[in-house]
């Protein structure tokens, strides 16, 4: 039987574990069935945080170009072009991965997938800038670069950074504009950053909404689940934490004591955050109290305190492949930095089919036992190993008594690498036309 126990250091700095209750194998059952939906919202979220450090990167560069008193033309102007076309692919990533996701986990023919087809449809009409994006994506993809015109230009305060496109140009390069209907806009020219700005805002709010109704219906019992278990163990004293303890020696003065992390604040671990008010962006749904943290305008900061020393005992890794689904408009048309297929290599797929699944990245996991004091790690929690940085998704704390110290069983994991979905597709056309030969 599993333990409820309040872990918490007493003022001598020496460990101290308070078992609250044993749970039921009903109660059992229900944890574990609410820590895998935990993990498996969390996982969901990951292209939205993609996005999101995708969104700080522009930001980041745009504001050296401000604050700089000397710059390359052809370098700033690459790199602005880098940026947005990794801003882009990320838009792109999270819109057809959350669509791949809903169907591979409800069917195809399932209420989540049809609400959320309707959700994209929805909010490519109530909103120019998110229907713009997608357009824009598709036009970077097949005709040019992101970069109309870049201007700065010099004040008192520092530089002014301008990055447009003459909507004339967009027009006459390419004629699928029809999610933004851009030749009935008012506009002759596009500010980007100010679009891409809006754009970013509005998927903040509204995709989360589209990930909590699908995954997260039962959030709401998950975290005042895990926060009332984590309250039990604050009664006994006001710094415990609650952990799970899943094996108990006959004499707990003596022996072994293994424990589980319960999350301690769900939503943070999520990423997510209670909304103060309502958004004033347009809503093709209702938007629950949730909200995406932003990187970007992060929250105050509590002042660092020394990290516990941690003890690598043994590990092993593993690595995990992650697939981006290729669409068949994604190898048709021209574009100037790829392979043009003179020839429909997939007859028989529609414009929106898969027809291919391309190696985007992959993710290395390490199953490491480690040394430490008994409150070192927990879930959510950076380990820095070799060189990387893992973030613990599972954890085992097995408490010896004798020593008073702690060996922990941990699972976490890392991104190691990511292709962008543009050098993908030019791979793809490129191998597809030499094999035409």
């Not at 000397?70 to 792109?92: F, I, K, Q």
């Not at 190993?385 to 408490?399: D, M």
Request: charged content about 25%.
């Amino acid at each position: 039987m599993a333990h409820l126990t309040a872990v918490f250091i007493k003022p001598d700095n020496s460990f101290n574990m308070h078992c609250i209750r044993e749970l039921t194998s009903e109660q059992s059952a229900e944890l574990e069935a609410f820590l895998a939906e935990f993990i498996k919202l969390r996982q969901r979220f990951t292209l939205l945080h993609v996005l999101d450090e995708n969104h700080e990167a522009l930001n980041s560069f745009i504001s050296q170009l401000r604050a700089a008193g000397r710059y390359d033309a052809n370098n700033t102007l690459s790199e602005a072009n880098r940026h947005l076309m990794n801003y882009l692919s990320a838009a792109y990533s999270l819109r057809q991965h959350l669509g791949t996701a809903l169907k591979r986990d409800f069917g195809r023919k399932s209420e989540q997938c049809s609400k959320y087809q309707t959700f994209l449809h929805l909010l490519e009409q109530k909103c120019f800038d998110y229907a713009f994006i997608q357009d824009f994506r598709n036009f970077v993809q097949h005709c040019g670069f992101p970069v109309g015109h870049l201007q700065l230009t010099r004040e008192q305060t520092g530089n002014v950074v301008t990055i447009n496109y003459a909507k004339a140009d967009l027009l006459n390069e390419y004629d699928k504009w029809e999610k933004s209907d851009l030749r009935n806009r008012p506009e002759t020219e596009f500010d980007l950053l100010l679009i891409t700005q809006r754009h970013h805002r509005v998927v903040l709010n509204e995709f989360p909404v589209v990930i909590h109704a699908s995954y997260g219906t039962n959030l709401d019992r998950i975290e005042s689940f895990f926060l009332c278990l984590q309250a039990e163990a604050r009664k006994i004293d006001q710094n415990a934490v609650a952990k799970l303890v899943t094996e108990l020696p006959a004499n707990p003065e003596q022996g072994r004591i293994t424990f589980r992390d319960i999350p301690q604040n769900p939503l943070a671990e999520l990423g997510l955050s209670r909304k103060e008010a309502t958004s004033s962006q347009p809503n093709p749904q209702p938007t629950p109290g949730i909200a995406i943290r932003s990187t970007v305008s992060p929250p105050a900061t509590k002042p660092q305190t020394p990290k516990p020393a941690l003890s690598l005992i043994s590990y092993r890794t593993e690595e995990h492949d992650r697939y981006f689904d290729v669409q068949k408009h994604d190898v048709l048309g021209f574009h100037p930095d790829m392979v043009d297929l003179l020839f429909d290599p997939f007859p028989d797929a529609k414009s929106d089919d898969v027809v291919h699944k391309a190696l985007m990245g992959r993710e290395l996991v390490i199953f490491a036992r480690f040394k430490a004091s008994p409150d070192a790690i927990h879930l959510g929690m950076a380990i820095e190993l070799n060189g990387h940085k893992f973030a613990v998704n599972q954890v085992k704390l097995h408490y010896e008594a004798e020593s008073d110290q702690g060996t922990f069983d941990v699972e976490a994991s890392e991104w190691m690498s990511y292709i962008e979905p543009v050098k993908l597709i030019a791979n793809l056309r490129k191998h597809l036309a030499q094999n035409r030969r």
